[in-house]
């Protein structure tokens, strides 16, 4: 049987003939998919900030104005970059609720692709600071490092446990308990409100990633003291012991001179 | 032998001496022991003097035994703490088992309060034990002070005791500080640093005293082994003295005790110190200790691994002393801004030197009130019943008016707190409690005056006519009028004993000559008791019963 196939109509080139058609048609249909893949990326993209558009002039443009240029009410956005987007938005910050002393952090009203479409919107209107690369914002670095970078720049308004502390006329530097750490690089890189840039210059991501580190620690790790009454310090410290330890004994005392009736 | 120790110490009743002949062998050792100890140190005298005082029974007479109690854990803490502690500014690197801060460069002060805290068995408890029972030590006298300042517990010939614990009070403070400063992290050195700043405002001789005490220029390399010094070894020798002199001058002068039927200045009725009040003592002190050691053991105090090391650049937001401290800091914060003076060149912060008058002033007005009162009322009486603070309005509207003023500059203390916590302009508290420095005192003055006013006059009218029953009775002739239960004699007794000054007479003196001091002294004493509710007298409540 097998020697009469072999003599029968195929010939022994037919099946090198067959792996090259059968490579080609896979090839050529890979390649074709592949650069359709492409093509849709770059489309999507381009709908994203095209979608982006359409929600920034439907929530934003009543005051920072169409095409982002700003208004009297609120300054001109063309060069806060993605990042500034993404931290305002993405933290509820971001429509404001109404005018005040700074804008506080509230309810997020945009889904997150929604914020991710108007950061690329704002994006295209010129160069800014960028969403950070993901890895900046695992948590892990140098966690001493990053403690001591964040006592030296973050503390003075934000408290050395990142309690979060008063600043002029009503502004406040906020809490950073359980905050997300794309929100912290982008804080820093844009400076939000009243805080300070720091830019990579001044400290590195890699430092960056450091300090986020360190506020992950915090997060991740409750005080070793027990309870940490807010993390203010010796006036939570002093209320604490007024009132439930003092309070304590002092019920103690009642108890023990109460006459029985 | 047995009999002979029975009769000295007089433990034993005559009636129990046939049963000597039955006792066990643990009974002869007791007697023998008790023998043995009372021909050595005559404890029985002691036994007889000091066994017997009674002791009055009400909640606050026992505050002063919370901050007695409370010393003594902070003592107790605190040894165990010596044995770690490391008091040298000598730089180091830490390398302990807490992760933020492995690596970093730290005083070995820092770095051995980092090793109490996480490396050795139990050391972050007591540490924590030691700062909160100090907490409680400092809190419990000021709770005391106030009970005994407000039912006037203080007058003769018990104001050497108010100046006693007064000083205590001040040595517990400076005991806190230096403790504070010790563990050489951020926020210990921050006070520090504003103690440095306090004294080089000082003209001329400031710039000296801070380069004395820091050893050159601030932070230096000195000052925590002196703050050691001073906390573990002269303050507390002085304290624990002092302490002794109180609680004997207690022992001495007898307990103040509240009006009562029976009760008199001449005696006192309560529970004596053997057995029930020792016992009671004893238990309570285990109690005192056991809060303490719950909240250390449950609540975080003075986190030093989020303060980390002192270094002079970075301040924190929500820097603050412990609470005791935090009236002067309060007060450092209320100054305005910009009141300096340049004098030839040479500038007067009087923004640091307003501090540092009025805090001196206000302590020294609460040292030497009772003399002051005593000065007006001219009463050279023992006083061994203690006041009701509405029957002393003026002492009373005084003390309101002193607590307020202190509670301001407390307040102020945490005005950044006080404006995140509740969402205001730190600006606007701070103008607020300014505010409220100055007329919160008068407010407090006036407003407690009218209350103890009114208080009396309701005791008046209960003494008199009764309490409201509620029961209204319809008379024959249609009137209405509502029955009033007559008070039993003992708790009129309550209403109507109490000491009722009234504004001295200027007299001339034996030249016929009336001394300046003489009107000053006539216009306080009318300042003090012009206004005033009079106690129900014998005739009027005669005159009341006939009705």
Same mark, same amino acid.
């Given at each position: 049987?097998?020697?009469?196939?072999?003599?029968?109509?195929?010939?022994p080139?037919?099946?090198?003939?067959?792996?090259?058609?059968?490579?080609?048609?896979?090839?050529?249909?890979?390649?074709?998919?592949?650069?359709?893949?492409t093509a849709?990326?770059?489309?999507?993209?381009?709908?994203?900030?095209?979608?982006g558009?359409?929600?920034?002039?439907?929530?934003?443009?009543?005051?920072?104005?169409?095409?982002?240029?700003?208004?009297?009410?609120?300054?001109?956005?063309?060069?806060?970059g993605?990042?500034?987007?993404?931290?305002?938005?993405?933290?509820?910050r @971001?429509?404001?609720?109404?005018?005040?002393?700074?804008?506080?952090?509230?309810?997020?009203?945009f889904?997150d692709?929604?914020?991710?479409?108007?950061?690329?919107?704002?994006?295209?209107?010129?160069?800014?600071p960028?969403?950070?690369? *993901?890895?900046?914002?695992t948590?892990e $670095?140098?966690?001493?490092?990053?403690?001591?970078?964040?006592?030296?720049?973050?503390?003075m308004?934000?408290n050395?446990?990142g309690?979060?502390?008063?600043?002029?006329?009503?502004?406040?530097?906020?809490?950073?308990?359980?905050?997300d750490?794309?929100?912290?690089?982008?804080?820093m890189?844009?400076?939000?409100?009243? @805080?300070?840039? +720091?830019?990579?210059?001044? #400290?590195?991501?890699?430092?960056?990633?450091?300090?986020i580190?360190?506020l992950?620690?915090?997060?991740?790790?409750?005080?070793?003291?027990?309870?940490?009454? %807010?993390?203010?310090?010796?006036?939570?410290?002093?209320?604490?012991?007024?009132?439930?330890?003092?309070?304590?004994?002092?019920?103690?005392?009642?108890?023990l001179?109460?006459?029985?009736? | 032998?047995?009999?002979?120790?029975?009769?000295t110490?007089?433990?034993n009743?005559?009636?129990?001496?046939?049963?000597v002949?039955?006792? $066990?062998?643990?009974?002869?050792?007791?007697?023998?022991?008790?023998?043995?100890?009372?021909?050595?140190?005559?404890?029985?005298?002691?036994?007889?003097?000091?066994?017997?005082?009674? +002791?009055?029974?009400?909640?606050?007479?026992?505050?002063?035994?919370?901050?007695?109690?409370?010393?003594?854990?902070?003592l107790?803490?605190?040894?165990?703490?010596?044995?770690f502690?490391?008091?040298?500014m000598?730089?180091?690197?830490?390398?302990?088992?807490?992760v933020?801060?492995?690596?970093i460069?730290m005083?070995a002060?820092?770095?051995?309060?980092?090793?109490?805290?996480?490396?050795?068995?139990?050391?972050?408890?007591?540490?924590?034990?030691?700062?909160?029972?100090?907490?409680?030590?400092?809190?419990?006298i000021g709770?005391?002070?106030?009970?005994?300042?407000?039912?006037?517990a203080?007058?003769?010939?018990?104001?050497?005791?108010?100046? &006693?614990?007064?000083?205590?009070?001040?040595?517990?403070?400076?005991?806190?500080?230096?403790?504070?400063?010790?563990?050489?992290?951020?926020?210990?050195?921050?006070?520090?640093?504003?103690i *440095?700043?306090?004294?080089?405002?000082v003209?001329?001789?400031?710039?000296w005293?801070?380069?004395?005490?820091?050893?050159?220029?601030?932070?230096?390399?000195t000052?925590?082994g002196?703050?050691?010094?001073l906390?573990i070894?002269?303050?507390?020798?002085?304290?624990?003295? #002092?302490? $002794?002199?109180?609680?004997?001058? !207690? =022992?001495?002068?007898?307990?103040?005790?509240?009006?009562?039927?029976?009760?008199?200045?001449?005696?006192?009725?309560?529970?004596?110190?053997?057995?029930? +009040?020792a016992?009671?003592?004893?238990?309570? +002190?285990?109690?005192?200790?056991? !809060?303490?050691?719950? !909240?250390?053991?449950t609540?975080?105090i003075?986190? #030093?691994?989020?303060?980390?090391?002192?270094?002079?650049?970075?301040?924190?937001?929500?820097t603050?002393?412990?609470?005791?401290?935090?009236?002067? *800091?309060g007060?450092?914060?209320?100054?305005?801004?910009?009141?300096?003076?340049?004098?030839?060149? =040479?500038t007067?912060?009087?923004n #640091?030197?307003?501090p &540092?008058?009025?805090?001196?002033?206000?302590?020294?007005?609460?040292?030497?009130?009772?003399?002051?009162e005593?000065?007006?009322?001219?009463?050279?009486?023992?006083?061994?019943?203690?006041?009701?603070?509405?029957?002393?309005? @003026?002492?009373?509207?005084?003390?309101?008016? %002193?607590?307020?003023?202190?509670?301001?500059?407390?307040?102020?203390?945490?005005?950044?707190?006080?404006a995140?916590?509740?969402?205001?302009?730190?600006?606007?508290?701070?103008?607020?409690?300014?505010?409220?420095?100055?007329?919160?005192p008068?407010?407090?003055?006036?407003?407690?005056?009218?209350?103890?006013?009114?208080?009396?006059?309701?005791?008046?009218?209960?003494a008199?006519?009764?309490?409201?029953?509620?029961?209204?009775?319809?008379?024959?002739?249609g009137?209405?009028v509502e029955?009033?239960?007559?008070?039993?004699?003992?708790?009129?007794?309550?209403?109507?004993?109490?000491?009722?000054?009234?504004?001295?007479?200027?007299r001339?003196?034996?030249?016929g000559?009336?001394?300046?001091?003489?009107? !000053?002294?006539?216009?306080?004493?009318?300042?003090?008791?012009?206004?005033?509710?009079?106690?129900?007298?014998?005739?009027?409540?005669?005159?009341?019963?006939?009705?």
């Open positions: 049987m097998p020697r009469s196939r072999r003599t029968g109509r195929r010939s080139l037919a099946s090198v003939a067959l792996l090259v058609i059968g490579l080609l048609t896979t090839g050529g249909a890979y390649a074709l998919v592949t650069s359709s893949a849709s990326t770059t489309s999507a993209s381009a709908t994203t900030a095209e979608e558009e359409k929600l920034f002039m439907a929530n934003c443009a009543s005051c920072h104005g169409i095409g982002a240029v700003g208004t009297t009410d609120a300054p001109s956005l063309v060069g806060v993605a990042a500034a987007v993404d931290f305002q938005v993405g933290t509820g @971001m429509p404001m609720a109404a005018s005040g002393p700074q804008a506080e952090a509230k309810p997020v009203q889904t692709e929604q914020v991710k479409a108007l950061a690329a919107y704002v994006a295209t209107l010129g160069e800014g960028a969403i950070p690369a *993901d890895e900046f914002l948590g $670095g140098d966690v001493a490092l990053g403690a001591e970078l964040f006592r030296i720049n973050c503390a308004c934000h050395v446990a309690a979060g502390g008063a600043l002029t006329e009503g502004k406040f530097a906020p809490d950073l308990k359980d905050v750490p794309a929100h912290v690089y982008e804080a890189v844009t400076g939000p409100q009243n @805080m300070p840039v +720091f830019n990579d210059l001044n #400290i590195t991501p890699e430092e960056k990633a450091d300090i580190a360190y992950e620690y915090l997060n991740d790790h409750p005080s070793p003291g027990g309870l940490d009454l %807010g993390g203010l310090g010796p006036v939570s410290e002093g209320l604490f012991v007024w009132i439930f330890a003092l309070g304590a004994i002092v019920a103690v005392t009642v108890w001179t109460a006459k029985s009736n | 032998m047995t009999v002979t120790v029975s009769d110490t007089g433990t009743r005559p009636g129990t001496e046939p049963a002949a039955e006792v $066990g062998r643990g009974m002869r050792f007791t007697n023998w022991a008790a023998g043995y100890v009372d021909e050595r140190f005559k404890l029985s005298g002691w036994v007889r003097d000091y066994g017997r005082k009674i +002791f009055p029974d009400h909640w606050s007479f026992m505050l002063g035994e919370v901050a007695l109690y409370s010393l003594i854990v902070v107790l803490s605190g040894t165990f703490l010596t044995f502690f490391q008091a040298s000598v730089e180091t690197h830490y390398d302990g088992s807490y933020p801060l492995k690596g460069q005083s002060a820092m770095a051995s309060t980092l090793d109490i805290s996480f490396d050795i068995r139990g050391g972050l408890l007591v540490r924590q034990i030691h700062h909160w029972a100090a907490l409680l030590f400092v809190a419990s709770l005391h002070m106030l009970r005994v300042f407000f039912t006037g203080f007058r003769k010939p018990r104001e050497i005791n108010w100046l &006693l614990g007064f000083t205590l009070f001040i040595l517990a403070m400076a005991e806190g500080f230096t403790g504070y400063s010790l563990p050489d992290d951020l926020l210990s050195g921050n006070g520090l640093r504003i *440095d700043g306090m004294v080089k405002g003209p001329v001789i400031g710039t005293i801070s380069y004395l005490l820091f050893g050159g220029e601030f932070p230096g390399t000052v925590i002196m703050f050691y010094s906390h070894l002269l303050l507390p020798a002085i304290l624990v003295a #002092i302490v $002794g002199v109180h609680v004997i001058m !207690v =022992f001495v002068n007898k307990h103040t005790q509240y009006a009562g039927p029976g009760r008199s200045n001449d005696n006192v009725v309560g529970v004596p110190v053997m057995p029930v +009040f016992a009671k003592a004893g238990g309570f +002190f285990f109690i005192v200790f056991g !809060v303490i050691v719950l !909240v250390a053991a609540v975080t003075n986190p #030093i691994w989020n303060y980390g090391p002192y270094d002079p650049s970075p301040v924190s937001a929500g603050q002393p412990d609470w005791y401290i935090g009236f002067a *800091d007060m450092l914060r209320l100054i305005p801004p910009g009141w300096e003076l340049e004098i030839l060149g =040479f007067l912060s009087l #640091i030197l307003v &540092l008058l009025v805090l001196p002033l206000f302590l020294a007005l609460v040292a030497f009130y009772p003399f002051f005593a000065w007006v009322t001219g009463d050279k009486r023992h006083h061994n019943i203690a006041d009701r603070p509405r029957n002393a309005p @003026m002492r009373t509207a005084i003390g309101a008016a %002193g607590v307020t003023f202190y509670a301001v500059m407390w307040a102020a203390a945490s005005s950044d707190l006080i995140t916590h509740f969402k205001l302009a730190v600006e606007g508290v701070t103008l607020a409690l300014q505010i409220l420095l100055i007329a919160g008068i407010i407090a003055f006036f407003v407690t005056r009218r209350i103890c006013f009114a208080l009396q006059k309701k005791d008046r009218e209960i008199l006519h009764g309490y409201e029953s509620g029961r209204i009775v319809r008379l024959p002739g009137q209405y029955v009033h239960q007559p008070l039993s004699d003992y708790e009129r007794w309550r209403l109507v004993s109490y000491t009722d000054y009234q504004p001295l007479m200027v001339p003196d034996k030249h000559r009336i001394s300046v001091a003489q009107r !000053v002294r006539a216009a306080a004493s009318r300042l003090f008791f012009e206004d005033r509710i009079a106690p129900v007298t014998k005739t009027e409540l005669e005159s009341q019963s006939h009705h």
